[in-house]
């Protein structure tokens, strides 16, 4: 079946860096659609980043302001955020998203079909 995994999360100190990864498998995403979201308790799920099919455009959420990037290794269906300068406020369950339409709502969830199960990033001094 489809399967999104997220991995790469964990604890780092404010100013710090991380980078995830989101692993599919079941189907090839190379030419859909991918995003990445995170969600507090409480929160609705936000928008940080979408990349398009073979990476053609990319597009990033105000809250992000520079800070993170989003590529994609074509052919090995994976998918990656690079996170810099976090701060205390970054602190989420992020997750990874893939849409099943070449068009679709690149930057509001129910624009994207399949999602992994999460990966926690805690920003703390």
């Known amino acids: 079946q489809v399967r999104l995994e997220e991995s790469g999360g964990g604890m780092v100190q404010p100013g710090g860096s991380l980078t995830l990864s989101c692993a599919a498998s079941?189907?090839?995403?190379?030419?859909?659609?991918m995003a990445w979201f995170r969600q507090v308790p409480g929160k609705e799920r936000e928008f940080l980043a979408a990349?398009?099919?073979?990476?053609?455009?990319?597009y990033y959420g105000d809250s992000v302001k520079g800070r993170f990037t989003i590529s994609r290794h074509i052919g090995k269906n994976s998918m990656y955020l690079q996170m810099n300068n976090l701060k205390v406020e970054d602190t989420a369950a992020y997750y990874c998203?893939?849409?099943?339409?070449?068009?679709?709502?690149?930057?509001?969830?129910?624009?994207?079909?399949?999602w992994g199960q999460g990966t926690q990033v805690i920003v703390s001094s």
């Open positions: 998203a893939a849409a099943s339409l070449v068009s679709t709502t690149y930057q509001e969830a129910r624009g994207y079909d399949y």
């Open positions: 079941g189907r090839s995403f190379n030419d859909l659609p």
């Open positions: 990349v398009t099919r073979s990476a053609a455009f990319t």
